[in-house]
């Protein structure tokens, strides 16, 4: 995207780079809205109406960005963008375990969420570092992984939606989607390899460049679909705002790239980065604050997904659960009922008796035996019950099938 030059000779009021940086992802923001509002199903108007609602309000936000005239309204414009941001973040998150859990019967997948999400974090990590008076600066590989693999999910997104008779068309956007998922494994690779050996390597820089060659290759591509997009050259449901809004995040990709090059934004060490678990891209120290907070996100979906696990039934809860639930819950006030077998053998001792001596013990010993197999006997059903088939299933060819023995041994 193009960008101020900070070599003008005019002191501006707002950092250019910074200005810029929020001005190209306030956009990218507002068509996520779009996106979601126009992909969400006729049935969740109240969904639709809560997109339709961040649409305008990173509009409004951006139209305020191109008009910034001092650092004061520059703080002012980030503090209302982390407010706005982190809502939107929260909806995103809830979209997502909606679709997880086949809630939201939406055209979009879960990985369009989950893609979207991620792209809002980095943002919201800028921000963050643009809030605590800090410089935008980057560690070289873990900016690499996030951007790679940004671009791996727009080659699956393209390809899902390209008309399945545009075969040569497919089968060029699968040959991209091998490519960057390969480069996407490769780049967390080197993040394993440098948590380990802190000096950057020739190999890097060579896979660097490899990147740049590849992402140069699919921003042409994806300019070509949007121009036969806007011709109507092509047999799609890929929107052409969508196509010219993953060709700009390809733009930015190679725009980081060059900025890392040419030394325009500061370089972390990959050393001090691994050392401390920093987050990946330009904003690296989120505050500790807006970790904590997003962490107990998604209260709806929890409730989703418990409404679920009550439909589906499964009895899967661990042995030991299930004996401790199916026993009334112990109490100070509440004396422990014996079993038979502890009424007839078993000797309470008093806490002021003697020691236990090794006959005792071994009696005890003994008795605990007997209590052990006692509970093992499962006792025949009664006239008339219907004994209670085992609810447990494993994925298979002729799923679903019960495991265990479904009649009784005779």
């Known amino acids: 995207m193009p960008r101020h030059s900070s070599s003008t000779g005019k002191v501006l009021p707002v950092p250019p780079l910074d200005c810029e940086e929020i001005k190209f992802w306030l956009q990218i923001m507002e068509e996520h809205a779009l996106f979601i509002k126009t ?54 998150k809830l979209l997502l375990g909606m679709s997880l859990t086949n809630r939201l019967g939406s055209a979009l997948p879960p990985l369009f969420f989950d893609h979207l999400i991620r792209e809002a974090e980095y943002f919201m990590a800028i921000l ?13 590989a873990l900016e690499v992984d996030f951007w790679l693999r940004i671009m791996a999910d727009h080659t699956k997104f393209i390809d899902s939606r390209i008309d399945p008779s545009e075969r040569s068309l497919i089968g060029v956007v699968r040959g991209y989607e091998v490519e960057f998922d390969d480069l996407s494994m490769q780049a967390r690779d080197y993040i394993s390899f440098f948590e380990h050996h802190h000096t950057e390597v020739p190999a ?5 460049q490899d990147s740049r060659s590849a992402t140069m290759r699919l921003r042409d591509f994806k300019q070509a679909v949007h121009e036969m997009i806007v011709k109507c050259k092509i047999l799609s449901t890929i929107p052409a705002i969508m196509a010219d809004h993953v060709r700009r995040e390809a733009e930015h990709f190679l725009l980081v790239l060059a900025m890392m090059e040419k030394g325009v934004i500061k370089i972390e060490s990959d050393a001090n980065c691994f050392k401390h678990k920093h987050q990946p891209a330009f904003g ?15 209260d709806e979906c929890d409730e989703i997904e418990q409404d679920i696990i009550d439909d ?51 009696e005890d010993i003994e008795v605990k035996a007997k209590v052990v197999a006692a509970e093992k006997v499962v006792l025949p059903p009664k006239p008339g019950d219907k004994a209670k088939k085992p609810n447990k299933y494993k994925w298979s060819p002729s799923w679903p099938r019960q495991l265990g023995k479904i009649r009784e041994e005779k």
Request: contains cysteine.
């Open 204 to 208: 890097f820089g060579r896979f660097l």
């Open 284 to 298: 690296m120290d989120l505050e500790e604050d807006f970790c904590e907070e997003e962490l107990p996100m998604m």
């Open 128 to 140: 963050e570092k643009l809030r605590a008076g800090k410089k935008l600066a980057v560690v070289k």
């Open 312 to 362: 589906i039934d499964l009895d899967c809860t661990p042995g030991a659960e299930r004996e401790q639930e199916a026993r009334p819950e112990e109490s100070a006030d509440t004396e422990e009922v014996p079993t038979y077998e502890e009424r007839e053998e078993v000797t309470v001792i008093p806490a002021e008796a003697e020691p236990i001596s090794d006959s005792n013990l071994e």
């Open 39 to 92: 992909g969400l199903p006729c049935d969740k108007p109240d969904l639709i109406e809560e997109a339709a609602a961040f649409e305008k309000e990173f509009k409004a936000l951006r139209l305020r960005a191109e008009k910034l005239q001092s650092e004061k309204k520059f703080a002012e414009l980030v503090a209302d963008i982390i407010g706005t941001l982190k809502e939107f973040i929260r909806f995103k």
